[in-house]
């Protein structure tokens, strides 16, 4: 059994395999609806793949109030909700403290804010596991996961597996408040510290976590997303969300993005409104931007109206899986200028719909989209624009894109793999549970 990278050649993790016979898995920091991104739709994919590789292990999910009606898909004979963290407001009370913090830290010495920042992380996780270092022992749990990184409720000589999605608060810091950075930081300061094996989701952010974290190559393994297929299991796509949005099939491009700095969604409107104005696009095309509401996204609208692109710009807010889906099939491509990504799901999904996709040329992208998309740089609104064009127009490309997509697509499409991935990796961990961790 091999714990390289595909991007390097190092040696294989040794140790015994040793079968976890309970796992608490973390996700009390889970949200209602797509505020988690892409890190949600894939922790949730693997859990039910999971829950039927291992029959014999149970599963025991940590739930916060606000999430825990909304995990019940989950439930299985082996894998059951224990909810226990606070009440269905207390993510609303999390947003208040944060909006203070934010009005609070101004006024903090730059040289005391990671300090502060640490003990307000410290604060929290110990406000959620309510004083008690013993939760996992008294579950009788071998192993923890944690998929959204945080070891919060770690206790020593009890296996943990970390999963790292990106270090964007490195190479962006000035995306985020100095206090969220030294938060991030702390995380992932914690996930390397205490974890006993860690997996990366691309052999970028691999690379990264190596680097920024002094990590022994070893101790962290790449497990890409093999979730590409994942619209094809359900039902047949909602087309109703066309007529909804009163769009014509094939008349518009898809970015289905939150509304994070990192997403560059300015750049694209402007990339839009240059191509709108060469007259090289027809009148009718039209940009949908999706993701949850909130305040970037009126910035934005008001962006779009200022340049009289209200028309043709929309922005529908979050939209369900089964929306989502007859969504991407329809359009006539996926436009994806993001700055940073850890992986890039969308682009994979958006190859699994049938439907071109143009995409940055930066971090992990390239990586995961290899030959089967039309690389620009989401630096320069010239070549946004100019691949928006060619992805409405140019059938020869589009023709090329859609069928070198397919082939990529069946390279991220074995979700039981990957979750026979992270099985090994947990049962690795459970042999080797004191290795690491401190």
């Not at 997403?263 to 990339?271: F, G, P, R, S």
């Not at 030959?371 to 630096?379: M, V």
Request: one cysteine or more; aromatic letters at 8%.
């Amino acid at each position: 059994m091999s714990y390289q990278s595909t991007a390097d050649v190092e040696p294989a993790i040794a140790g015994t395999i040793e079968y976890p016979r309970s796992v608490a898995v973390d996700l009390t920091p889970v949200l209602p609806g797509g505020d988690n991104g892409g890190a949600k739709i894939f922790v949730l994919e693997l859990l039910r793949y999971l829950a039927d590789i291992a029959p014999a292990t149970q599963f025991i999910l940590l739930t916060h109030a606000a999430t825990h009606d909304e995990l019940a898909s989950l439930d299985r004979r082996n894998m059951k909700r224990r909810m226990i963290v606070g009440s269905a407001d207390a993510p609303a009370s999390r947003l208040r403290f944060a909006a203070l913090a934010t009005r609070v830290a101004p006024q903090i010495p730059a040289r005391l804010i990671k300090l502060v920042s640490r003990l307000g992380y410290r604060a929290n996780a110990a406000l959620k596991r309510r004083g008690s270092n013993r939760l996992l022992r008294d579950l009788e749990v071998d192993l923890l996961f944690c998929p959204f990184t945080a070891p919060t409720y770690f206790e020593r000589g009890i296996a943990t597996v970390c999963t790292i999605y990106d270090l964007q608060f490195k190479t962006y810091p000035d995306f985020f408040t100095p206090a969220d950075v030294a938060h991030r930081d702390q995380v992932f300061v914690d996930a390397c510290a205490r974890s006993t094996v860690l997996a990366a989701i691309s052999d970028y952010s691999r690379q990264s976590a190596i680097r920024h974290g002094h990590l022994q190559p070893s101790r962290i393994r790449t497990i890409h997303l093999r979730i590409a297929r994942r619209f094809a299991s359900r039902t047949a796509p909602n087309l109703h969300v066309l007529d909804r949005l009163d769009l014509s099939s094939k008349r518009y491009l898809v970015y289905p993005a939150n509304f994070w700095k990192h997403k560059n969604h300015e750049m694209l409107i402007t990339a839009f409104g240059m191509a709108c104005s060469t007259g090289k696009l027809g009148h009718d095309i039209k940009l949908v931007c999706t993701g949850a509401p909130g305040p970037r996204q009126e910035w934005l609208i008001a962006a779009a109206r200022a340049m009289n692109l209200e028309e043709r710009v929309l922005f529908p807010g979050y939209i369900p899986d089964g929306e989502l889906g007859g969504l991407l099939a329809e359009s006539s491509g996926v436009i994806f200028p993001s700055l940073y990504e850890g992986f890039g799901l969308p682009v994979i999904e958006a190859m699994a719909a049938g439907i071109p996709v143009a995409c940055s040329n930066t971090t992990s992208l390239p990586e995961v989209a290899g030959d089967a998309t039309l690389l620009f740089d989401p630096r320069v609104p010239g070549q946004i624009s100019d691949a928006i064009v060619s992805l409405v127009n140019d059938e020869p490309l589009r023709a090329r894109l859609i069928e070198a997509g397919a082939r990529r697509v069946d390279e991220f499409s074995d979700t039981e793999l990957m979750a026979n991935q992270y099985w090994e990796l947990f049962q690795y961990a459970t042999a080797n549970t004191t290795a690491h961790a401190t």
